[in-house]
């Protein structure tokens, strides 16, 4: 288990936009060639927009892109006609495919804090697709077969323990408050990448929601990697 705290992550985006951005993993002008990807994770950004900030219309291609918003309404549009409000609880993905644009804001007046991971699809090319599962509950896994892949939603109380899914990667992201894991403490923004993970179980400290990918088996070494936002 290789954990990573929230501190060491990468500090991009643009403060004087509104944007600020931390990247667990290489990303963009951020090139660490060590740190490119785990299983089929290439990104996994901790995104908080000022109101009226955003990103302006780019493109993307051959990712698979879900999203989590922790507080405040992210705005979402792109090339295919989508245009959607995500909210706290809301899965969204974007399956950039061949090719496809969007933009996202926060076109409300609080804050906006979100999780965005991008992950390397299984093959290339396809037509891009869009999907926005409301209120997920924690019981239901949502599927990524485009890159062998499955995101699990864990909300804990303090004391209550949840099975970590086995799996060849598993990577566990805190979103907020305190767990216990393998005897590790991790904090929000902290994250452990866990290989051959068997018989994993964590463990609330405090109130604490979780992201958790299982990935089966690690997507093609061909995958892009991500290019930077404008």
């Known amino acids: 288990m290789d954990v990573r705290r929230a501190d060491e992550r990468f500090r991009g985006g643009d403060r004087a936009a509104g944007i600020d951005t931390r990247h667990a993993f290489s990303f963009g002008p951020h090139y660490d060639p060590d740190n490119l990807r785990f299983g089929a994770l ?5 995104e908080r ?11 993307h291609s051959h990712t698979e892109i879900v999203t989590w918003v922790i507080e405040g309404e992210l705005t979402h549009r792109d090339s295919a006609g989508h245009e959607t409000r995500v909210r706290p609880g809301d899965v969204q993905r974007l399956s950039c495919a061949a090719g496809v ?5 926060n076109d409300g007046d609080v804050p906006l804090a979100f999780v965005q991971m991008w992950l390397a699809p299984l093959d290339a ?3 891009p697709s869009y999907e926005i599962v409301r ?7 949502y599927a ?12 804990l109380g303090a004391g209550e323990r949840t099975a970590v899914p086995d799996g060849e990667h ?8 305190e767990v216990r894991l393998d005897g590790e403490k991790l904090g929000p923004g902290d994250a452990a990448r866990v290989t051959d993970a068997e018989d994993l179980e964590a463990v609330g400290l405090s109130g604490a929601e979780l992201l958790i ?6 997507a093609p070494a061909t995958a892009p990697r991500p290019a930077p936002r404008p």
Not at 42 to 46: K, L, T, V
Not at 170 to 177: K, L, N, P, S, T
Not at 213 to 218: D, F, K, L, S
Request: hydrophobic fraction near 35%; charge should be negative; include cysteine.
């Open 101 to 105: 644009r969007h933009v996202e804001r």
């Open 42 to 46: 290439i990104a996994c950004n901790e």
């Open 213 to 218: 990918w299982e990935m089966a088996r690690p």
């Open 144 to 155: 990524v077969p485009e890159s062998g892949a499955m995101l699990h939603v864990r909300r």
């Open 125 to 127: 090319g396809g037509e």
């Open 49 to 59: 927009l000022a109101p009226g900030a955003g990103f302006d219309e780019h493109p």
């Open 135 to 141: 209120g997920i509950a924690d019981p239901t896994p």
């Open 170 to 177: 598993v990577y566990v992201h805190v979103v907020r408050g």
